[in-house]
C-alpha cells in the first residue's frame, strides 16, 4: 500500500492483471460519497421531481384526453405531445479526488478500508481483489471518502452462493467509482446509508441483485452503471438496481416499519442480461427518480417488465426500453397505502411482448403522461388513458 498526496492516475496500469485474495479475518472498513457532487445531482434531482411535478401530485393535476389510441403491435409509438424531458439531473461524472493511498492487493484494500476515515481517498490499481469487502465508516458532506479504480480493477466474492462483494453498512458520504465488481451473491449492497453516489461500475456475474439500496438508505446516486448477468443463483431474485424492501422482510430489516429508502436517484444506467426487473421499488419507499436509463430485457425470467413501482411519490422518466416477456413499466399495490401517485413521463418502451406498455395495477393516482411512447405492445400502449401536464 503506498501513501500519496499528489494526484492519481485512474487508468489501467500496465501489465497483465493479477489475482489477489485478501485474508479477511475482520470486517473492512469504507465509506460513502462526495456530497458536494451530490448537491448538484441527488439533491438537484429531488428540486426538479418538485418542481416538475408542482408539489404532490394526483390525478387532479392532469386532464385526461379521450382515450389514447393504442399502438399497432409492430408500430413506432406515438410522437411525444410534451416538451422533451428536463437534462438529467446527475450532471457531470464524478471526478475522483487525488488519491491519499493507492492499493494494489487484497490484503492492502482490506488495511486501507480499516483505515479509512473523512477525507481518505482510495485508488485501486489494475488487478483482482478476491474477497468480501465491507464499508462501515462514514464520511461527512465536508470531507466525504472515495473508493475509485479503473474498470480493470475488479473486486471478486469468489462464488455467488453468499455475501457481498462490496457492503457500504452506513457507510455516509462515500464516491465509490469506476471499476468491476462481480462473483458475489449480491453485488453492492447499501444498507443505512446517506449521500452515496455509486458511479460508472460494472457489475456482473451476480447471484441475486447487482446493486441495492436498503435500511433507510436515502438521498443516494446510482449513476452510469452498466449492470448486467443477474440472478445466477435464483432468477426472481436477479433485479438490477432495487430500491428498499420487500414487505415480507420488513421484521428482519427494518424492526417490521416500512423500508424508507426515499428520495433516491437511478440514472443513466444500462442494465441488461438480468433476471429479474432492471429496476424494482419496493413498497415502502417514496420520492425518487429513475431518469434517462437503458433496459433491455432479453433475459428476464423472473419477472415481466423492466421497472416495477411499489412505492409512492416517484417520477420515472426519459428512460427506454426494448424487449420484455410482458409489460414495459408496472405499479402495483402490494399493502394498501403504497403504488400511488407515481408518474411515468417522457419514456419509450419497445415491449416486443404480450402486455402494455405501461401497466398501472390498480391505476389509482398513478399518471402514465401523454409523453410516453410504446410499441410492439400487444395490449396496447397503456391499460389507463394518457393524462397531459
Not at 54 to 67: D, L, Q
Not at 286 to 299: L, P, Y
Not at 371 to 385: K, Q, Y
Request: charged letters at 20%; proline letters at 6%.
Amino acid at each position: 500500500m503506498t501513501e500519496q498526496t499528489g494526484s492519481s492516475d485512474p487508468g489501467s496500469a500496465p501489465g497483465a492483471p493479477t489475482r489477489r485474495r485478501g485474508m479477511l479475518r475482520r470486517p473492512i472498513v469504507i465509506g460513502g460519497v462526495i456530497l458536494a457532487l451530490l448537491a448538484g445531482t441527488v439533491g438537484a434531482g429531488i428540486a426538479a421531481l418538485v418542481t416538475a411535478r408542482g408539489g404532490e401530485p394526483s390525478v387532479g393535476a392532469y386532464s385526461t384526453p379521450s382515450p389514447r389510441p393504442e399502438t399497432t403491435p409492430g408500430a413506432p409509438g406515438p410522437e411525444a405531445e410534451e416538451e422533451p424531458a428536463p437534462a438529467p439531473a446527475g450532471g457531470p461524472a464524478a471526478e475522483c479526488p487525488a488519491a491519499t493511498v493507492t492499493v494494489s492487493t487484497a490484503e492492502e484494500l482490506e488495511e486501507a478500508l480499516a483505515d479509512a476515515r473523512p477525507g481518505t481517498s482510495i485508488q485501486l490499481t489494475a488487478g483482482e481483489y478476491v474477497g468480501e469487502f465491507v464499508a462501515a465508516t462514514p464520511g461527512t458532506p465536508d470531507e466525504p471518502i472515495s473508493l475509485c479504480g479503473p474498470r480493470d480493477a475488479v473486486l471478486d466474492g469468489d462464488g455467488i452462493e453468499g455475501g457481498y462483494v462490496l457492503h457500504l453498512d452506513g457507510a455516509d458520504h462515500w464516491l465509490v467509482a469506476g471499476f468491476t465488481v462481480r462473483n458475489g451473491q449480491k453485488g453492492v449492497m447499501a444498507d443505512g446509508v446517506t449521500g452515496v453516489r455509486i458511479e460508472g461500475l460494472e457489475v456482473t456475474r451476480i447471484g441475486d441483485e447487482a446493486i441495492h439500496l436498503r435500511q433507510y438508505s436515502t438521498d443516494n446516486a446510482v449513476i452510469g452503471n452498466t449492470i448486467s448477468d443477474t440472478g445466477n443463483r435464483r432468477d426472481k431474485f436477479g433485479e438490477g438496481v432495487y430500491i428498499g424492501t420487500a414487505e415480507s422482510n420488513w421484521c428482519d430489516i427494518t424492526e417490521c416499519e416500512p423500508d424508507r429508502s426515499d428520495r433516491n436517484l437511478v440514472e443513466g444506467n444500462t442494465i441488461f442480461a438480468t433476471s429479474a426487473e432492471a429496476v424494482d421499488i419496493k413498497e415502502g419507499t417514496s420520492g425518487g427518480i429513475v431518469r434517462g436509463n437503458t433496459f433491455d430485457g432479453s433475459e428476464i425470467t423472473g419477472a415481466d417488465s423492466w421497472v416495477d413501482v411499489k412505492g409512492n411519490d416517484w417520477l420515472i422518466e426519459g428512460n427506454s426500453g426494448v424487449n420484455s416477456p410482458m409489460d414495459g413499466y408496472q405499479t402495483h399495490e402490494i399493502i394498501d397505502g403504497w403504488g400511488t401517485r407515481n408518474v411515468f413521463r417522457a419514456n419509450a418502451a419497445d415491449v416486443n411482448g404480450p402486455g402494455f406498455g405501461y401497466s398501472l395495477t390498480p391505476e389509482r393516482d398513478n399518471v402514465v403522461e401523454c409523453s410516453n411512447t410504446a410499441s410492439r405492445a400487444g395490449e396496447g400502449t397503456s391499460n389507463t388513458d394518457c393524462a397531459s401536464r
